[in-house]
């Protein structure tokens, strides 16, 4: 069996959606309820992305016990729940109305930010690890 | 290619107290020809390192001229003196030299790099076949033993293949059998028609040379 | 091959730590320029939108203003506030002297608007005596506003059917306003009448926003333009003076309160950028500096085997070339995405008014950074390079060996 190696990419994969995930549930959370208590739909946005960023950081755990074929599948997991957790505040759940709101001035630029900077890690991390092996030299 | 120094003197201001000026070479005259081994002998701080440099365009001296073939080293600019240096002369310096980042093979085709002529990868590798540390060609220069180090330089400065070859102490802290590769690669360079300038502590050196200088107090003299 | 461009990676490959560690400092050069002027020209513009977009000389609201939200919050930080007095006021202000034209406004706060916690700002104008609103909703509409039309700033999300219903009355949205960076940018137009409507619809709800006064002959605030020849600090005066339960302001004050918080919050930010520059600046010499010492005899190697004295230099400068080069890569697009994503945060964050230039002029300013930084950083071990090439490699492989 090989030794498990954590390189700068798989430390990247799993702190930036840490980050997200924990950004989203405290200081990126979305705005508070309502006078009378009842939730507005970005409240569910920032859930469902909280959720995706869950997923993504479990898979990003799963990654440093695999293969590097089965590496390389989960990069594109990745890369697609990286899609998913950026549109999902705003695009395919609406926030509120006035954009100077939390939800839109800090929840869905974090959500942007992180999920983008979670695929450009797995695309590097697909592409570096792609082809030919490179520590035949070094 | 013929190295020639004429009465080459190299005065230094001592850091101490006083403005005491001594000279480490006073005055040397030496023609280093193709095809010889030249021996430089003397004890540490008599100035044969400072010989070597000045003769190696690496200090400029304060009285006298080196000349390489009818070139007037000294009269040349850093840049165009430095190149030449690069593309004619060889040199061995005292110590470990090789440079930490480079695998021991692109130490050896270092010199090729300075100017774009780059060495050939075959070049290199049979230097190193030649000094017998060809296996070790990947390994990085820290994992070589001092006589290893050594005939890394050895094979760095025959890399461009130089006309004139200036060795400083290359048997230094050596173990006898280190000590014989690399005199008998010297001397090997001397007979394909190199100019050799071996400066030495070694006894044995002797039998390899086939002129003999000694330095006493910068002052230089053929045994 | 050339030995500038294959021997300062291997030595920066070769100490991953220290060059991530000069790196991330290089990053924070331009990091700090690029936000920093952003951020200081978003105000600058903020700052220049604003007083376009207040369009009158002295604005008068009720005394009582102050204490149910001002009018400057509205305008800055966009916080609703709801405010009246009797018509008769406004008509003792137009008798003022040098009062040249006066346009009543009446505000009302929504409350949640179908959708969010906090409630919008509705502003209702008279398209008879209006000179502020109008100019700027000519920019984007040109139609009349009729009953029941509504105007958003540019910050509500429109939604789909274009309509927005508050206190029961459904309305109808004809257009939607450009980007002020102010507090207006997340409020409501509408014309007087159905803003009446809403407010009759809100008692019969059981929101009781007036006590005294009667909604039909209610004012929020008047928007006053000063004959030629006054002085509007002078009219100002007259209007406090002359008119009870009224606190009128020249706007020329109301600018320069914001423009004083603009400097001191400019004055901050270009104090921390150039802190962080004489601190990287700093550490950059020293460890370059020291990089050249560590390597003196590395150095004195390379001459012995031919390179120039001016070689040396351009060892050394390449690596910090290098350095510098991908840190302000690093560093301004850190930067980018943190003013593009978050540029609203930091517009509420500051409480005054936040334009961010257009994308061109920002582009412009993050590529000089960008070249600004890597000099920096280069010009940072200048001093080592014209060092280490002044040494003499035969004394220095004598003093190494």
Redesign the interface.
């Known amino acids: 069996m090989k030794k498990m190696r954590v390189g700068a990419r798989d430390i990247l994969l799993l702190l930036i959606p840490a980050l997200l995930l924990a950004g989203i549930l405290s200081v990126f959370q979305p705005c508070s309820p309502r006078e009378d208590g009842s939730w507005m739909s970005c409240h569910w946005a920032g859930r469902a992305t909280a959720g995706a960023a869950g997923a993504m950081l479990a898979l990003s755990l799963v990654r440093l016990f695999v293969s590097k074929d089965a590496k390389k599948g989960l990069d594109l997991a990745l890369i697609v729940l990286s899609v998913l957790a950026a549109l999902l505040p705003g695009r395919l759940i609406s926030l509120c109305m006035m954009r100077d709101m939390r939800c839109h001035t800090l929840t869905a630029p974090c959500a942007a930010v992180l999920s983008g900077l979670t695929a450009l890690a797995a695309l590097v991390d697909l592409l570096l690890s792609g082809g030919k092996g490179r520590r035949h030299e070094a | 290619m013929v190295l020639r120094a004429e009465n080459v003197s190299r005065r230094f201001l001592r850091q101490r107290k006083g403005s005491n000026v001594f000279y480490a070479v006073r005055g040397a005259t030496l023609a280093l020809a193709p095809g010889s081994l030249t021996e430089l002998t003397g004890r540490s701080g008599s100035g044969k390192?400072?010989l070597l440099?000045l003769l190696?365009g690496?200090?400029e001296p304060t009285e006298g001229k080196v000349f390489l073939d009818g070139t007037d080293l000294y009269a040349l600019e850093?840049?165009p003196?430095?190149?030449?240096?690069?593309?004619t002369?060889g040199?061995i310096?005292?110590?470990q030299?090789a440079?930490?980042?480079?695998t021991v093979l692109e130490n050896v085709l270092?010199?090729g790099?300075?100017?774009?002529l780059?060495c050939p990868r075959e070049r290199g590798e049979e230097l190193l076949d030649q000094v017998g540390i060809a296996p070790l060609k990947?390994a990085c220069p820290t994992e070589l033993s001092g006589g290893e180090l050594r005939r890394l330089a050895i094979a760095?400065a025959l890399a461009l293949r130089p006309g004139i070859l200036l060795a400083d102490e290359p048997t230094g802290d050596l173990d006898d059998e280190n000590t014989r590769t690399v005199l008998s690669l010297l001397r090997r360079s001397a007979d394909e028609g190199l100019a050799v300038l071996l400066v030495t502590h070694e006894r044995e050196a002797a039998g390899y040379a086939d002129r003999h200088y000694r330095m006493d107090g910068g002052v230089l003299t053929e045994d | 091959m050339k030995l500038e461009r294959v021997l300062p990676m291997k030595n920066l490959r070769r100490k991953p730590a220290r060059t991530a560690a000069l790196v991330l400092l290089s990053a924070f050069l331009a990091l700090s320029v690029f936000g920093g002027s952003v951020m200081v020209l978003s105000l600058r513009n903020g700052l220049k939108s604003y007083e376009s977009r207040l369009g009158a000389d002295i604005v008068a609201v009720p005394y009582q203003a102050r204490t149910k939200g001002s009018f400057e919050s509205i305008l800055l930080q966009g916080i609703p506030g709801m405010f009246y007095m009797d018509e008769k006021y406004y008509n003792k202000i137009c008798a003022i002297d040098g009062v040249e034209a006066a346009a009543p406004q009446f505000y009302l706060a929504s409350t949640s608007a179908g959708c969010c916690s906090v409630p919008v700002q509705i502003i209702g104008f008279d398209p008879e005596r209006d000179f502020t609103v109008q100019p700027w909703v000519r920019e984007r509409y040109a139609g009349e506003l009729g009953d029941g039309d509504i105007i958003v700033g540019s910050e509500l999300t429109v939604p789909k059917d274009g309509t927005l219903t508050f206190y029961d009355t459904p309305c109808r949205i004809v257009a939607q306003l450009g980007k002020t960076g102010t507090g207006l940018d997340t409020a409501v137009y509408t014309n007087m009448s159905t803003i009446k409507a809403m407010m009759r619809s809100a008692e019969s709800l059981g929101f009781h926003y007036l006590t005294d006064v009667d909604p039909d002959h209610a004012v929020s605030a008047v928007m006053i333009r000063v004959a030629e020849g006054y002085d509007a600090e002078a009219v100002t005066g007259d209007i406090n003076v002359h008119v009870r339960h009224v606190e009128a302001s020249a706007a020329a004050a109301m600018l320069s309160s914001v423009a004083g918080g603009l400097r001191s919050v400019s004055g901050v930010i270009v104090l921390l950028v150039a802190a962080v520059w004489v601190l990287a600046a700093a550490v950059l010499s020293i460890a370059f500096a020291l990089i050249s010492h560590e390597r003196a005899k590395e150095f004195a190697v390379l001459r012995v085997l031919g390179a120039s004295r001016n070689m040396l230099s351009r060892l050394l400068l390449a690596e910090a070339a290098i350095v510098s080069f991908s840190g302000a890569a690093i560093g301004a697009s850190a930067a980018a995405l943190i003013v593009f994503p978050f540029g609203k945060a930091i517009s509420a964050a500051m409480e005054l008014p936040y334009l961010m230039p257009p994308l061109g002029t920002v582009l412009a300013i993050g590529a000089a950074s960008l070249l600004l930084s890597t000099v920096a950083g280069a010009l940072s071990a200048a001093l080592s390079a014209w060092r280490v090439s002044r040494n003499d490699a035969g004394l220095l492989l004598r003093e190494g060996a």
């Open positions: 390192s400072t440099n190696a690496l200090l850093d840049g003196r430095s190149r030449l240096r690069n593309q002369l040199v310096p005292q110590g030299t440079l930490g980042a480079l270092l010199p790099l300075l100017y774009g780059p990947n760095r």
